[in-house]
């Protein structure tokens, strides 16, 4: 997923589906082109279908997806059910892209889904939006903590722990039927998911170490990042380590 600038994250994605018997479809399916900005995402359908297999992305057995290139497109020399070429359908995603860049040029201030699309459909597609094909919804914090693992360095022990933290945050989210976003992330939140550790017996100081490596997370989505004006940490007291107690030496 590219980043620009500070204001907006911007990908293409297909519409994945299934079929009545839970399987993939692969065939003709839409390209949303998928704009991330103000804790928001616009799915914004792009105007072409393509097999899954000419995409920049190949879908696994499963329906998971495994991206080539750090921003996927049609792959060249391949045409749509339509008989539409690679070449027409990318130069229409390049132009979503150069179109929603010069929205935040004039927006910076005060951008916002509504005039996003208006000004997609203006300058990119005229008449042809497909509005059940756009979709205005909250983002997850774990789409947030993928892409900040991507933008820090760290040992890949630590790549490790974090990984295995996120993890283990996003089953208790699904355990407690929470959609986590920055806006609803509380320190009430992070109190409940420190319960959830202890009854799954982690030691006071395991607790503390992996709210330490979230704290990170928030700390540098609302400091560095600047995803977020929330950071939940101030709302919330983690659990302090726990060590023996000190044992006194004499001179004797």
């Known amino acids: 997923m590219s980043v620009n600038q500070i204001y907006y994250r911007e990908t293409f994605q297909l519409e994945l589906r299934k079929d009545a018997n839970g399987n993939p479809i692969i065939n003709n399916l839409p390209i949303q082109y998928v704009v991330t900005f103000n804790g928001k995402r616009l799915k914004y359908f792009s105007g072409y279908r393509v097999d899954a297999v000419n995409f920049g992305y190949e879908i696994k ?11 996927p497109k049609v792959k060249i020399n391949t045409f749509n059910a339509d008989k539409i070429s690679a070449t027409i359908i990318n130069n229409r995603l390049r132009e979503l892209e150069t179109a929603t860049k010069e929205y935040f040029e004039e ?6 889904t509504s005039s996003l ?8 597609k005229g008449k042809t939006l497909v509005p059940d094909t756009i979709v205005n919804t909250p983002v997850s914090i774990f789409d947030y903590y993928t892409q900040y ?3 820090i ?3 890949p022990s630590t790549l490790k722990q974090h990984n295995s933290i996120k993890r283990m945050f996003e089953d208790f989210s699904i355990e407690k039927k929470l959609e986590l976003t920055f806006d609803n992330t509380t320190g ?3 109190k409940e998911f420190e ?15 992996k709210l330490n490596k979230i704290r990170a997370f928030f700390g540098y989505a609302f400091k560095v990042a600047k995803w977020t004006t929330n950071n939940p940490f101030n709302d919330y007291k983690k659990p302090n380590e726990m060590y023996g107690t000190p044992i006194a030496l004499s001179n004797a």
């Not at 927006?107 to 916002?112: G, M, V």
């Open 61 to 71: 057995p499963n329906g998971a997806k495994k991206i080539i290139g750090s921003t």
């Open 153 to 155: 360095t760290l040992q």
């Open 117 to 124: 699309i208006t000004y997609l459909n203006e300058k990119v």
């Open 195 to 209: 319960n959830w550790l202890t009854k799954r017996k982690c030691s006071i100081n395991t607790i503390s170490t």
């Open 188 to 190: 009430e939140t992070l």
């Open 149 to 151: 693992l991507k933008e």
């Open 107 to 112: 927006n910076k201030k005060n951008p916002s």
